[in-house]
């Protein structure tokens, strides 16, 4: 009687971190949907108080931008071991979110300025909402940074072993999306 062998079968595997950091993406997808929905239906039903977005928006998202760049061109620096320019560009994409959080902040102060408050009329209890979830995302993304940058200053993210900057990479990349994404719908749905 032959014993026949079967192959081995490859697994297919994902990596944890990156399942996670995928499945932290769709859950704040569907909290920014819900939300931009709620905004819809709310702006149709009336009582709604038009007012233009601060110019500092505008300049932010420009600042998240080039962050967004800085943070691709980390993940080239760590690929082909360029040590010091990961960290420059580590350093660089987590100060220029600091900047977009400051302007962020001078918006709302902005917005105050204008009569546009968290409270009363619907349209900027949205704005803020809206804003402030965003805002809060990006803090956490800065700390992922933060962890990201130590990372490198130890040597422990290279050629290979990425893992830890792509995760980074992946979820800053989102969160620039889900700004511009915020924006135009902002800027067109006011």
Known sequence: MAISKQEAKPVLSVNKWKFITWLFIITILMLFASQTSAYLVRRAEGNWVEFSLPAV???ST????????LMHLALKAAKKDEFSKLRMFISGTFVFGMVFLVMQYMGWQE?????VYLKGNPSGSFMYILT?????HLLSGLIVLVFALMAAFKLHIHAKSL?????C????HFLDILWIY???FLLYFR
Request: proline letters at 0%; aromatic letters at 22%; zero cysteines.
């Open 57 to 59: 928006f505008y300049w």
């Open 62 to 69: 420009g600042v998240l931008l080039i962050s967004s760049v």
């Open 111 to 115: 917005l105050q300025a204008a009569g």
């Open 132 to 136: 402030g979830l965003h805002a809060f």
């Open 163 to 167: 893992v830890q900057i792509e995760v």
């Open 169 to 172: 990479a992946t979820y800053w």
């Open 182 to 184: 915020l924006f135009v």
